[in-house]
């Protein structure tokens, strides 16, 4: 289910919390996670696709925004913006992590003779490794391409969603968008048609 487009309630605004969170405050924190924790877990939930990893993540981006409030700049994003790029940076690097695990495991199962495979774990795994291709080339995207793009198919968000949650005019983010998938079908030409 998806989330509906962040509003800013009534109370301080989000650059307000962020303000009082560089001042220590709690429960200018505590606002924090309620009013982005939906969004921030859907999002790293459809990236990772595991939502325990998805709540450990969140658990990150918000221990950085304690410690980093002071680095936030409301003159260059919304908070929803700051947060949703920090969701997105810590879940691909989940994922580049996983993936050396798996390249690391895959390897370990090759040299012992025991192992055995069948149609189905082979499809598995190129299924996978098509997903990992995927992910891989979206990571290359310019960072305002690939947010565009992370929240609507992985946060399945439309583009008026994303244009109010972000602060981003509604132009700008189909531009965005139409670009990125211009970059992926270049790179994932296969993938792309077999995902098709």
């Known amino acids: 289910m998806m989330s509906p487009p962040h509003r800013e309630p009534e109370g301080p605004s989000d650059a307000?919390?962020?303000r009082q969170i560089?001042?220590?405050r709690q429960e200018a924190l505590a606002e924090l996670y309620d009013r982005f924790a939906s969004m921030l877990t859907g999002l790293a939930h459809r990236i990772l696709g595991n939502r325990e990893?998805?709540?450990e993540v969140l658990q990150e981006v918000l221990a950085h925004a304690w410690q980093k409030a002071d680095q936030y700049r409301p003159e260059r994003s919304a908070v929803s913006t700051w947060l949703v790029l920090?969701?997105?940076s810590r879940a691909i690097d989940r994922l580049r992590t996983a993936r050396?695990?798996?390249?690391?495991?895959?390897?370990?199962?090759?040299?012992?003779?025991?192992?055995?495979?069948?149609?189905?774990?082979?499809r598995a795994v190129l299924s996978r490794e098509r997903g990992q291709?995927?992910?891989?080339?979206m990571a290359r995207l310019p960072d305002e391409q690939g947010q565009v793009l992370e929240m609507a198919?992985?946060?399945?968000?439309?583009?008026?969603?994303i244009a109010a949650v972000?602060?981003?005019p509604l132009g700008t983010v189909k531009t965005r968008t139409l670009l990125a998938m211009k970059k992926l079908r270049a790179a994932l030409r296969s993938e792309v048609e077999e995902l098709l």
């Open 86 to 88: 920090i969701t997105r």
């Open 133 to 137: 291709r995927v992910r891989q080339e």
């Open 153 to 161: 198919f992985f946060g399945g968000m439309t583009q008026s969603e």
């Open 53 to 55: 990893d998805a709540e």
């Open 22 to 24: 560089s001042e220590g």
């Open 100 to 122: 050396v695990q798996a390249r690391t495991l895959t390897a370990m199962q090759q040299e012992n003779p025991l192992s055995h495979t069948s149609p189905e774990g082979a």
């Open 16 to 18: 307000e919390l962020m």
């Open 166 to 168: 972000t602060g981003i």
